[in-house]
């Protein structure tokens, strides 16, 4: 724009000279001793100004200013208004984080070893039940049967291996009350129905052997205390990890609002950062788009000082030419250049380039 903007103003420059030499010619035969005294030099050069007066007009058509300004304006307005929405996000954020961190029980990260080391026996005991059924299985396939049969049987065995340890140790502590005897008591109480259980297990499996080859009664000696015994051994040693290691309702829920609070209030940071962030990235932005609106006025304010100079040198040619070919006897028309050429109306001059970057 630049470019074309100054060749355009160049070619007029070199045609109004041009122009003005040859008016400079015709004013010249003028009877200058006729003329009445009051007679000046910008009663004959009114074309030469509406001309440069063009070139001012064609220059702000082209550039646009009063737009840019305004959109540098409303660009502004947007940006206070983008950074008053963000620090009413940043306070909002900031007074969720005082409430939180005003309630956050610091106290309870001790609980992260317990809850780390119940985390681990827990696979322990899936393993345990995992292993109680694939021996289960191993045994009753072994004691005849169906294959579904054994693995249902297997399943239950390892099912309420698991779950049974965690029953019974929730009634140790509800009827133990901390005492060693209700506790021994309690877990005796849990323990029986579970023993039962494995032994009609086994018993079942035994009897089911019989029944179909009942010729082995005589060679098998197998009773169903060995596989009873060895799923009540399993379940005992449920039974002491979860006692010795499950944490308490208290203590969990503790520890899990302890995380809760921990990653709301890591997110409530990461979200006030991002909007501090944000906000700091308004202004280099506004900044880089203004760059382009101080530019423009910038190159429309030296366009015009430009097209006045170049007006001024074009009426001084005119002048020494007029000098010339009427022997001086044009002198009394002349007075100063600020009298004698009336200013151009320009347009850039008194818009602030530097308003947007200060």
């Given at each position: 724009m630049?470019?074309?903007?100054?060749?355009?103003i160049?070619?007029?420059?070199?045609q109004?000279?041009?122009?003005?030499l040859?008016?400079a010619?015709?004013l010249?035969v003028?009877?200058?001793?006729?003329?009445p005294p009051?007679a000046?030099?910008?009663?004959?050069?009114t074309?030469?100004?509406?001309?440069?007066q063009?070139?001012?007009?064609?220059?702000d058509?082209r550039?646009?200013?009063?737009?840019h300004?305004?959109?540098?304006?409303?660009?502004?307005?947007?940006?206070?208004?983008e950074?008053?929405?963000l620090?009413?996000?940043?306070?909002e954020?900031q007074d969720?984080?005082?409430?939180?961190?005003a309630?956050?029980?610091?106290e309870?990260?001790?609980?992260k070893?317990t809850?780390?080391?119940w985390?681990?026996?827990l696979?322990?005991l899936?393993f345990?039940?995992?292993?109680?059924?694939?021996?289960?299985?191993e045994?009753?396939?072994?004691?005849?049967g169906?294959?579904?049969?054994?693995?249902?049987?297997?399943?239950?065995?390892?099912?309420?291996?698991?779950?049974w340890a965690h029953?019974?140790?929730?009634?140790?502590?509800?009827?133990?009350k901390?005492n060693?005897?209700?506790?021994?008591?309690?877990?005796?109480?849990?323990?029986?129905p579970?023993f039962?259980?494995?032994?009609?297990f086994?018993?079942?499996?035994v009897?089911?052997?019989?029944a179909l080859?009942p010729?082995?009664?005589?060679?098998?000696?197998?009773?169903?205390i060995?596989?009873?015994?060895?799923n009540?051994?399993?379940?005992?040693?449920?039974?002491?990890?979860?006692?010795?290691?499950?944490p308490?309702?208290?203590?969990k829920?503790a520890?899990g609002?302890?995380q809760?609070?921990v990653?709301?209030i890591?997110n409530l940071?990461q979200k006030r950062?991002?909007?501090i962030a944000e906000?700091?990235?308004?202004e280099p932005?506004?900044?880089?788009?203004?760059?382009?609106y101080?530019n423009?006025?910038?190159l429309?304010?030296?366009k015009?000082?430009?097209?006045?100079t170049?007006?001024?040198?074009?009426f001084?040619?005119?002048?020494?030419?007029?000098?010339?070919?009427s022997?001086?006897?044009?002198?009394?028309?002349?007075?100063t250049d600020?009298?004698?050429?009336?200013?151009?109306k320009?347009?850039y001059?008194?818009m602030?380039?530097?308003?947007?970057?200060?």
């Open positions: 630049d470019r074309e903007l100054s060749k355009h160049e070619e007029k420059e070199i109004y000279v041009n122009k003005y040859k008016y010619q015709k010249s003028q009877k200058f001793n006729e003329l009051t000046r030099i910008s009663n004959y050069i074309g030469l100004v509406l001309d440069f063009k070139l001012v007009d064609y220059t058509q550039l646009n200013g009063s737009l300004q305004a959109k540098g304006g409303s660009d502004i307005a947007n940006m206070k208004a950074a008053l929405e620090d009413r996000k940043i306070d954020t969720a984080l005082n409430i939180l961190n309630r956050f029980d610091s309870a990260k001790q609980y070893s809850i780390k080391r985390k681990m026996v696979w322990i899936y345990l039940a995992g292993f109680e059924i694939l021996a289960n299985m045994i009753y396939n072994m004691l005849g169906g294959i579904v049969a054994s693995i249902s049987i297997a399943v239950i065995s390892g099912i309420v291996v698991f779950y029953l019974s140790n929730k009634c140790i502590r509800q009827f133990g901390g060693l005897k209700k506790q021994s008591l309690a877990g005796c109480l849990m323990a029986i579970i039962v259980i494995f032994y009609l086994s018993s079942m499996r009897d089911y052997l019989l080859f010729n082995m009664e005589r060679i098998y000696s197998g009773s169903p060995v596989p009873t015994l060895i009540f051994f399993a379940y005992l040693i449920a039974t002491y990890l979860v006692y010795e290691y499950r308490s309702v208290a203590v829920n520890y609002k302890y809760a609070d990653k709301s890591e940071e950062y991002a909007y906000k700091n990235t308004l932005k506004l900044r880089l788009r203004l760059l382009d101080h423009l006025l910038l429309g304010k030296q015009e000082q430009d097209i006045t170049r007006m001024l040198a074009c001084h040619e005119f002048k020494s030419e007029l000098h010339l070919l022997n001086g006897k044009c002198a009394f028309l002349f007075s600020e009298e004698d050429l009336p200013p151009l320009l347009n001059q008194t602030n380039e530097n308003t947007y970057l200060s």
